[in-house]
T-cell receptor
Framework: GAVVSQHPSWVICKSGTSVKIECRSL??????MFWYRQFPKQSLMLMAT?????????EQGVEKDKFLINHASLTLSTLTVTSAHPEDSSFYIC???????????????FGEGSRLTVL | DAKTTQPPSMDCAEGRAANLPCNHS???????VYWYRQIHSQGPQYIIH???NNETNEMASLIITEDRKSSTLILPHATLRDTAVYYC????????????FGKGTTLSVSS
C-alpha cells in the first residue's frame, strides 16, 4: 500500500518551545491530510483537516493558533505545536488519501506517528 | 461520537480464527464499513473495507449482514503479531472525510 512518513518519530522539548512535525506521502499525492492525536490508553482524536493550498479546518476544541498546520504541497503537511506545554505531550499521527488510486473507495493511509514529550 | 459499537476486548488462541464483531445499526446507505488496527505505539494500519458485499483480502475477511447493521472481521489464522486494537469505522467515502475512531476492540492473541 501507499506510504505515509512522519518525522520526527519522537521528540523531547522544553516547555515554551515550538515543535514541528512533518507528514509526507512518499509515493502518492494527497490533496487532503488529517492530523490526529492520541493520549495513552485512549483512541485517536481528530484534530484538523489539512487541505493543500488552503487553510486547515480544525475540530471543535482544538486551538488553531497553538497547532499550526501548513499543507504547502501535495506531498507534505506540517503540524507545529507552538509554545508547547507538558499537557501537549501526546502521540501525533497524520493520515492521507491517495487521490489517484482506487476511485472513490480509496482508503486512508497513516503515518507511523510522532511522540512528543514536553518537559 | 463514533457510530459503531465493539466489545472492549477479546482473546484468541494462536492459529485459530479471530472473529471481531461490530454493530453499526444507524449506518446510512452511502456509508462504508472500514476496519483498521493499531499495534502498540504505531499508526493505524488499513485492513479492509466494504459497502454491502462480503470482502476478502490477504489480511482478513469482512462479513456484512444483509441489513448492514452489523459486520464481522475475520482473521482466519491469528498470530501473535495480530495482537492490536481493532477499529471498526463507518464513513462516507468522500475525499475530504476523515475517519472517526471509537474505542475499538483490543485483541490479545496468545500461544
Amino acid at each position: 500500500g501507499a506510504v505515509v512518513s512522519q518525522h520526527p518519530s519522537w521528540v523531547i522539548c522544553k516547555s515554551g518551545t515550538s515543535v514541528k512535525i512533518e507528514c509526507r506521502s512518499l509515493d502518492f499525492q494527497a490533496t487532503t491530510m488529517f492530523w490526529y492525536r492520541q493520549f495513552p490508553k485512549q483512541s485517536l482524536m481528530l484534530m484538523a483537516t489539512s487541505n493543500e493550498g488552503s487553510k486547515a479546518t480544525y475540530e471543535q476544541g482544538v486551538e488553531k493558533d497553538k497547532f499550526l498546520i501548513n499543507h504547502a504541497s501535495l506531498t507534505l503537511s506540517t503540524l507545529t505545536v507552538t509554545s508547547a506545554h507538558p499537557e501537549d505531550s501526546s502521540f501525533y499521527i497524520c493520515s492521507a488519501r491517495d487521490i489517484t488510486s482506487g476511485g472513490p473507495t480509496g482508503e486512508l493511509f497513516f503515518g507511523e506517528g510522532s511522540r512528543l514529550t514536553v518537559l | 461520537d463514533a457510530k459503531t459499537t465493539q466489545p472492549p476486548s477479546m482473546d484468541c488462541a494462536e492459529g485459530r480464527a479471530a472473529n471481531l464483531p461490530c454493530n453499526h445499526s444507524t449506518i446510512s446507505g452511502n456509508e462504508y464499513v472500514y476496519w483498521y488496527r493499531q499495534i502498540h505505539s504505531q499508526g493505524p494500519q488499513y485492513i479492509i473495507h466494504g459497502l454491502k458485499n462480503n470482502e476478502t483480502n490477504e489480511m482478513a475477511s469482512l462479513i456484512i449482514t444483509e441489513d448492514r447493521k452489523s459486520s464481522t472481521l475475520i482473521l482466519p489464522h491469528a498470530t501473535l503479531r495480530d495482537t492490536a486494537v481493532y477499529y471498526c469505522i463507518v464513513r462516507v467515502n468522500q475525499a475530504g472525510t476523515a475517519l472517526i475512531f471509537g474505542k475499538g476492540t483490543t485483541l490479545s492473541v496468545s500461544s
